[in-house]
């Protein structure tokens, strides 16, 4: 991210000891100015180091969690303040680490009704999309994607995956609100089918 504005520069400076803050797309109004107000479901990211390029720092903000937006606060700051919760996804029953898939989407279990794990389906199909910028290109996003998958867990490596389809910013935020895996899986394959 290029940091330019006022507000954000003094954000960072505020934030220099603990350097996390939230990203959220603006639900309406202007992106410059106090009227505009965020969706409330954000992420939580954090950045290492702040690299200065002439009038602009740059960051590279890592997302840590996804967080729900309780309150707002546009007084006390340039920037908007905002008092957040832990957003996660409801609890569907034991399933594997994402390390540990094996590239294959599980069947429906008909003893239990549970629905087929549709993770593993959605990484091969953006593999596949990768495949089209040549091998070297292809070779980098699949490392990326390995370390990423053995990084994180089923809930945030899913929301990794969902924030690499080139997607109109609403349907992604819809998915990033969705608190169910199998629901948010379906929902980015039959978002990506249509693109296609």
Known sequence: MRVFEDRYVQMLKDIEDKPFFVISMISSGDEVGVTATPYRVGTLVEFDSIDRQGDFQIIKPKGRHRVYLESFDRDRKPYLLAKCNAYEDEDSGPVAPPGRNTGSASLPDAGTGQAADRLPELEANILKMANVLGPEESRAVRDVMEAVRTDMDRENFSLFLC???????????????????????????????QSE
């Open 163 to 193: 924030g690499c389809l080139h997607l109109p910013p609403i349907y992604l935020q819809r998915l990033l609100e969705s608190r169910s895996l199998p629901y948010r899986m379906e929902n980015a394959l039959n978002l990506l089918s």
